[in-house]
């Protein structure tokens, strides 16, 4: 175990893992931040009902939902690996598909997963709101707009921080999944260092912390998000 921890130390892996690590909250972070516009799109078509958008929004949610995330990613990078390389080689770009590549796809695989759980979360919230708010604001003559910037949006926003709150958290161990392709995130780099000195059980219980390390740091931000968007009462 001494030896094995300081093969760790003396590897220069701490740097590597720190560096996935790094990388796996820039994926979290840029996935969510995608995935929470699709979800607040996606959300507002199906709560306001636009056929035939909430036909198609009600396919993607329930395509993304039922089908694996390993499986989405795997769809989306082999299904168009090719198609990138050819066009980087064309513009004399042979290494962006095994560079940059890997990080899109895994923005775009896991924002579309986020999004999905984000479309639902959304929907949920807009349909907690009471209907007598919106309605005794168009009995007023108060403009459609000023009714969602005032009234719908800052109610919605409430009561779905929970709610993002649970999707982010998925979100940053689905980010555990692109590992498979080759981007080198926290995971990826504890397989990488967990073959290279034999020492898998070290490698994997670092990794667990420092995801452990994340969740708890987020879990504080949303709970403070929470308490600032909290109704006040007036004693």
């Not at 004399?92 to 984000?118: C, D, K, P, R, W």
Request: aromatic content about 10%; overall charge positive.
């Amino acid at each position: 175990m001494e030896l094995g921890l300081w093969q760790v130390w003396d590897g220069g892996w701490i740097s590597a893992i720190l560096r996935g690590a790094a990388i796996t909250v820039a994926l979290g972070v840029t996935s969510m931040a995608f995935g929470i516009v699709i979800g607040v799109a996606c959300g507002l078509m199906k709560w306001a009902r636009l056929f035939p958008l909430t036909l198609v929004v009600d396919v993607y949610t329930s395509i993304v939902r039922g089908v694996p995330e390993l499986l989405i990613i795997y769809l989306l990078f082999f299904s168009s690996v090719e198609f990138v390389a050819q066009v980087a080689a064309a513009f004399g770009y042979e290494g962006l598909a095994g560079h940059g590549y890997a990080f899109t796809i895994a923005v775009v695989a896991i924002a579309a997963i986020s999004g999905a759980y984000s479309t639902e979360v959304v929907r949920g919230a807009l349909a907690a709101i009471p209907a007598e708010h919106i309605e005794a604001a168009r009995a007023l003559g108060i403009p459609g707009r000023r009714i969602f910037r005032r009234i719908i949006a800052p109610q919605m926003l409430r009561i779905a921080v929970p709610g993002m709150n649970n999707v982010w958290q998925t979100t940053i161990k689905d980010t555990a999944l692109v590992s498979v392709v080759g981007l080198q995130e926290l995971m990826r780099a504890a397989f990488v260092g967990a073959g290279s000195t034999r020492h898998p059980f070290i490698f994997y219980l670092i990794a667990a912390v420092v995801y452990l390390a994340i969740t708890l740091v987020s879990q504080g931000g949303f709970d403070w998000i929470e308490r600032l968007l909290r109704p006040r009462t007036r004693k």
